[in-house]
């Protein structure tokens, strides 16, 4: 999604989740090193959800309602969090179910579950993707095809991990 998203110029907005005692956000992301991603926000949080008033404040510019794509870990708890906040506020969010874990596998399932029927869209990283760009005639198009052909194992893989509970 990362990747995905350089191509077709969407702001990445991150957090992690009290860096002094859990360290950074997986480092293999490269966000906001030379030569990897950059994001709108890279926040420091206690909060479980990433809907602090920094996250706010670097969404301000952007027209309402917002679409925000969610993925990260702990579904149950941080990303649950985020979700219900941003559809308390009326934007529209989608969770990628193949960009989401826990520790607890079990749980995963369970708070897909709920955040859909709370009015989330669950849906996978390759269905939002094409949903987004709409239109194969666009010229970031050959740049998705091949990105989407070169993270198909691990996409698949994810979704059948998911797929067992």
């Given at each position: 999604m990362l990747k995905a998203s350089q191509i077709l110029n969407i702001p990445v907005l991150a957090t992690t989740q009290n860096r002094a005692r859990l360290g950074e956000t997986c480092l293999e992301l490269g966000l906001d090193v030379p030569g990897g991603i950059a994001t709108r926000v890279h926040a420091d949080k206690s909060l479980f959800s990433m809907w602090t008033p920094e996250v706010r404040q670097g969404l301000s510019s952007l027209p309402t309602p917002l679409e925000c794509v969610i993925v990260g870990i702990e579904t149950h708890i941080c990303v649950t969090q985020t979700t219900l906040d941003l559809l308390r506020e009326g934007h529209k969010v989608y969770v990628l179910a193949d960009g989401v874990?826990?520790?607890?596998?079990?749980?995963?399932?369970?708070?897909?579950?709920?955040?859909?029927?709370?009015?989330?869209?669950?849906?996978?990283?390759?269905?939002?993707?094409?949903e987004c760009m709409g239109d194969a005639g666009i010229e970031e198009f050959r740049k998705i095809v091949g990105l989407v052909k070169d993270t198909n194992q691990s996409s698949r893989e994810s979704l059948q991990t998911l797929c067992r509970f």
């Amino acid at each position: 999604m990362l990747k995905a998203s350089q191509i077709l110029n969407i702001p990445v907005l991150a957090t992690t989740q009290n860096r002094a005692r859990l360290g950074e956000t997986c480092l293999e992301l490269g966000l906001d090193v030379p030569g990897g991603i950059a994001t709108r926000v890279h926040a420091d949080k206690s909060l479980f959800s990433m809907w602090t008033p920094e996250v706010r404040q670097g969404l301000s510019s952007l027209p309402t309602p917002l679409e925000c794509v969610i993925v990260g870990i702990e579904t149950h708890i941080c990303v649950t969090q985020t979700t219900l906040d941003l559809l308390r506020e009326g934007h529209k969010v989608y969770v990628l179910a193949d960009g989401v874990s826990s520790c607890n596998k079990e749980e995963i399932p369970i708070a897909l579950a709920r955040l859909r029927a709370e009015g989330a869209v669950v849906t996978t990283s390759e269905s939002w993707i094409y949903e987004c760009m709409g239109d194969a005639g666009i010229e970031e198009f050959r740049k998705i095809v091949g990105l989407v052909k070169d993270t198909n194992q691990s996409s698949r893989e994810s979704l059948q991990t998911l797929c067992r509970f």
